[in-house]
Structures are given as C-alpha cells and as structure tokens.
C-alpha cells in the first residue's frame, strides 16, 4: 500500500506552481503525493490523519493537529523557519520535525547587504526624483561614507556569519549579539562580541537581524530599543516580522527617531493595502523574497524531498528540529 504525503499552505503553491517535481520525487518513497489546498480546518485533519508524511510552509499546526495524524512520521517545513508548528506536541506525538536551514543563507545575506546599502544611501528617494523627471541629488542628502561606521548582527548563525563575509571590504567595524553562540565562533569569524543587546544597539550604525522567531524574540526590537538606536541608524529586518514591533517602527520612523529602515519581512503578510509602512519614503519594502533565486528553489525543493524520502524509507534525515524524537 502507498504511502501519503500531504502538503499544505498557500505559499507552497505560490512557490511552486508545478508541482510535478514532488510527485516524480514521492515515488521514491513508494508514497503518492495529495496537495490540499482549501482553508477548512475539518477537511484539513480529514485530509492529514492518514499522512505517513505533512509539508508545510507557514500553515499553523497546533496539538490538535498532531493528535489528528496517526501514521504521520514527519512534519517539513519548506523553509528556514517553523515558529508556525507546535514541536512540543509534534515530539509528545513522536512526530519528526524537519526544515530547511541553509539552502538560502548566501541569498537573504546579499539581500539584506542590498537593503542596508539601498537604504543608507536612500536609493527609493532619489529614484522617486528621477521617475518624476527631476535630477536633483540633493533630495538624498545628507549622506555619509560607510568606511568606520559599526555594523551590529543580531543573531550569528549560519545567515548572520554569511553576512560578515559579505560586507568585508566596506570598512565596517562588525558586532554581533547572539547569547547562543560559543566565543570561538566570535573570534572565527572576527566580531566583536556583544554580550547585551543593549550594547549593539546603542553602538551600531546599521542593525541587521537574523534569529528565529521565538517567545524571547517576539517584538525584541520595540520602542524602548528603537529609542536607544543613534538617529542616524538603519535597521534592516529578512528574518521574520514579528521580531519587531511594526508599529514602534512606523512611528520612528515617521518621526525621525531613526533614519531608515529595509524590511524583506512584515508582521502581516501580505500586508494589509493601507499599511502606513509602504509609503514611508525612508524604508524600502520587499515582498518576503531574501531567499529567492532559481537555484536557491531548486536547493530549496530537492534538500526538503531528500529529508521526507529518507524518512519514510526507514532512514534518519540531516536537519532535525526536534531530536529528542529519535531516541524514544
């Protein structure tokens, strides 16, 4: 008898249209694919309480859900992040949870280094000018070299290192704030060491964020933090939009508290169409898409079948965001 994989969440068939690649690739696993597609909750656990394996990008799976799944072996989530999934009660459950953790890392580092730069040298405002038909520099003033000022990293993982590298060769002193890392790695990588966020924040000259979204990071950067930023500072968001608290940004931003800020990511998306944040002529907006090249898809869709595949053929995946799982 085949095998079930279910996957689940617009942004899957927003990312692929075709999905024939991951039909062709459950075959591997003696496994028929079934894409569900509607939003009705009933129908959902209908759908996955036989799954033997669940795909998911950013479709929310409480306990329920995984009280649902009787055969379910593995939970992937087609992306980085999984702050949508209950991994406590996937682990109750013995339900694996699988991601994708470094198909893009060389992607939202450029991207974010292309938000900083845009921003810093307020690109939107200048581009505005010449669409206008006017050719007046002096709309982007003041402006500054980079060479000497302090770029702060909040959270140095995989993306946040990739970023260090990236900026070499700007003049950039770097700093970074990650109480999850080993000094080694700090001096490895040559960062300063930030132990308290307080420290990067009043120090940096452009922030960059790359940490999960978790209870300790939800809203890490709120009014109080944006308040100790230099006013000169940009802050650049390609993890997730809840890290900061979008209002409190708004309003600095409107009134000047900080100079800019480039954001790949939102609290709500898509945004809602009247979101003040859009038209902000000092933060530029981009639509969740850090992570996107053609070959950053193909990464991104062969290294997520390879981990439900080995897992539904009796083998360990590579990425696992729940480990303890493996030895009950």
Known sequence: MAKKIVTAGDRVYLKFFDMDFFHKRARE????LCPFKELDENKFKAAIADADALIVIDRPLTGEHMR???KCRIILTLEVG????????ATENNIIVSN???YAKEQ??????TLMLSVYRRIKIMSEETSRGGWNYNVGKP???TRDKKLGIIGLGKIGRTLVRKVQGLGLEILAYDPYIADDIFEMVNVRRCYDLDELLNAADFISLHVPLTDETYHMIGEKELEMIKKEAVIINTCRGKVIDEKALCRALKNNIIAGAGLDVLEKEPPD???PILTLSNAIVTPHA???TEESMERLKNQGMDEVIRVLNGKRPRNVVNPEVLYK
């Open 82 to 89: 999984y702050d949508f999934i209950d991994v406590k009660a």
């Open 68 to 70: 649902a799944m009787q």
């Open 100 to 102: 994708v953790p470094a």
């Open 108 to 113: 939202v580092a450029v991207h974010a280094l």
């Open 290 to 292: 850090a992570w996107y």
């Open 143 to 145: 402006q500054f070299d």
């Open 273 to 275: 169409k009247d979101n």
């Open 29 to 32: 696993a003696n496994a028929d």
